[in-house]
């Protein structure tokens, strides 16, 4: 299976904001990012995305997307919509645990990932025949390309995904290959 994650363009956010699955807007055309990386995409392809407008606006641009909410970014309950620095010294105890903290009311890194690999386990089991893309978010483009590549949770957050950008892999019946990053 040919696989192209996406991560959404810009969102339209001030910075030091955490956002996480607040349905916000883009900073940047949804139609001109998906007219730059259609070069890079198969002619055909099967689209899969987060239903978070960020993410849904850019699928939709690229074709007729099967929304998921397995896809979504992690929720940051409490968190959302706040500055990171009205958040204090509780984003400590996030930097101390980055995969079990769980913000209040929100989710933690490992039970995003559970979801997002779930999905990725069903869309396995279809066994697409056509190019598959994905359209979602920073959070869950780590999960499924860190989980493919047998990387350790703890290694996921290395894996940083532009705004607006695809990454390829090959997932093959004996493993998987980076075919390129951010592009």
Known sequence: MQLHLIRHPRP????????????????????????????????????????????????????????????????FGDWEGRSFESIGSAIDDW???PLGFRAPGG?????????????????????????????????PLRAIAGHLLGLPPERWLGLDFGCGQVTRLDVEGW???LRWFNR
Request: charged share 20%; net charge negative; hydrophobic share 45%.
């Open 12 to 75: 339209a956010i001030e910075p030091g904001i955490c956002y996480g699955q607040s349905d916000i807007g883009l900073a940047e055309s949804a139609v001109e990012v998906a007219t730059r990386l259609k070069p890079l995409l198969p002619d055909a392809y099967t689209v899969h995305a987060s239903p978070l407008l960020r993410a849904r606006l850019l699928a939709e641009a690229l074709g007729t997307p099967t929304l998921d909410e397995r896809l979504k970014e992690i929720h």
């Open 95 to 97: 930097a101390a645990d």
């Open 107 to 139: 989710e933690s890194a490992h039970e995003m990932s559970a979801r997002v690999l779930h999905w990725l386990s069903a869309l396995q089991l279809s066994a697409p025949t056509e190019p598959v893309v994905v359209v979602a978010h920073g959070g």
């Open 175 to 177: 493993g998987v290959v």
